[in-house]
């Protein structure tokens, strides 16, 4: 039957954001194993979390809904957290709120204190897919002495790649603003919601806080320990394939290891269900 779990639909006020926010929560009972008499003994040790983030589109909810994340988990002392971003990219944002902040330090550091989840390195783990994927990896490249495995599945490694090419010579969110009747609606919303998040393009290449390519430069120099890193990616993702690929050469240009691996499949529920499975079978718990 492995271990008792409950889903915890958990709300509370954020600092980072200044509003009530939610989270989704799969908690294993605190127990270490089988006691006198097959009773579960409480553990005081603080259970090890994993960090799961959703895409573009989706909310907090998207992984219990299209996997079965939980049963998945339900062998493991693990809980698993799940939060929105909405589509701010995990971010903090250039116009907007601080959800690189919520994401990689409050969440973790409120779940310990109210869920006594795990504040050490090797009992935190981050992974995602799509947009999730991207800010998984732009957590474990930023706080590599915070989190000790990160999963990428289909990741959006490139976010300037997938920007509308009618939008990349805007050079600020006021011109954009200013000439929307020339951009179609998709190309303007596309358009406002990357420079909401990260400003101009040409800002955004030179940014090593939020630029996959500039953090992982920026990773290697600080000479810290990283994550482990697991990416994958289907081989039929017409959106993520070329970006992984481009990502994954430029961690093997800067010796940085990765254990990447394409598989047949698309940008899809079915190829994340299955992968994510790889994730958990690699975490440490």
């Known amino acids: 039957m492995g271990i008792k779990m409950a889903l915890v639909d958990f709300k509370y006020f954020s600092p980072a954001l200044g509003m009530q926010t939610a989270l989704t929560i799969i908690l294993p009972e605190n127990t270490q194993g089988i006691g006198v008499g097959g009773l579960q003994e409480k553990s ?17 909810t998207i992984w219990q809904r299209r996997t079965s994340i939980e049963r998945y988990v339900a062998e493991k002392r693990l809980a698993v957290v799940m939060m929105t971003t909405h589509l701010g990219a995990y971010t903090n944002q250039q116009y907007g709120f601080r959800y690189f902040d919520f994401v990689a330090k409050e969440v973790p550091e409120v ?7 795990s504040r050490e390195r090797g009992g935190k783990f981050v992974a995602g897919l799509s947009m999730g994927g991207y800010g998984a990896l732009k957590i474990g490249l930023a706080l590599p002495e915070e989190f000790s495995v990160v999963g990428a599945l289909s990741a959006g490694c490139d976010r300037l790649g997938i920007l509308p090419e009618a939008v990349r010579a805007v050079p600020d969110i006021a011109t954009l603003r200013a000439n929307r009747a020339q951009f179609s609606p998709a190309d303007y919303d596309r358009g406002m919601q990357f420079f909401l998040n990260f400003g101009s393009p040409a800002e955004f290449e030179q940014n090593d806080a939020d630029n996959l390519f500039r953090l992982a430069e920026k990773a290697k120099a600080g000479g810290a320990a990283l994550p482990k890193l697991i990416l994958r990616c289907g081989t039929e993702d017409t959106l993520a394939l070329g970006p992984n690929r481009r990502f994954k050469a430029h961690l093997d240009a800067l010796g940085i290891a990765c254990d990447y691996a394409e598989f047949p499949g698309t940008h899809s529920w079915a190829f994340w269900d299955e992968h994510i499975q790889y994730v958990l079978e690699n975490l440490p718990v």
Do not use: E, K, M, V
């Open 111 to 117: 779940c310990a204190r109210y869920f006594n989840l």
């Open 44 to 60: 005081d040790a603080p259970i090890p979390a994993l960090y799961l983030l959703h895409g573009t589109s989706d909310d907090q």
